[in-house]
């Protein structure tokens, strides 16, 4: 059974930061893809960011130069720092994990809430 620990959401002002992170646990191996995907109220879930196993971090482009994704792969965890944070980021942010023999396994968190607002 695999387990994805979220923690790090929260209301801050615009302009503000926030650190995510998702720690992977249980029976998980191979761990090829790890990112953080958004859903906000009446919209369909997004991709925010991914990073291969040895690779660069992809960033949609909403984010990109405001939000910073990394690793750490002895933790199996994962972590999103987003600054310059603006109410249209609000969302439940969801962490995402590809693993498994040929990627063949996909495992989603339980999804944490970050407001964005004065």
């Known amino acids: 059974q695999v387990q994805l620990v979220e923690s790090g959401g929260g209301l801050v002002q615009p302009g503000g930061s926030l650190r995510l992170s998702c720690a992977a646990s249980g029976s998980i191996f191979s761990i090829n893809v790890m990112g953080w995907y958004r859903q906000a109220p009446g919209k369909q879930r997004e991709l925010v960011a991914t990073?291969?196993?040895?690779?660069?971090?992809n960033y949609a482009s909403s984010v990109k130069g405001r939000f910073t994704l990394s690793r750490d792969n002895a933790k199996n965890t994962v972590y999103l720092q987003m600054n310059s944070l603006k109410p249209e980021d609000t969302a439940v942010y969801y962490c995402?994990?590809?693993w498994g023999p040929g990627a063949r396994y996909h495992s989603w968190g339980q999804g944490t809430q970050v407001t964005v607002s004065s």
């Open positions: 990073i291969l196993s040895g690779g660069s971090p």
């Open positions: 995402n994990i590809i």
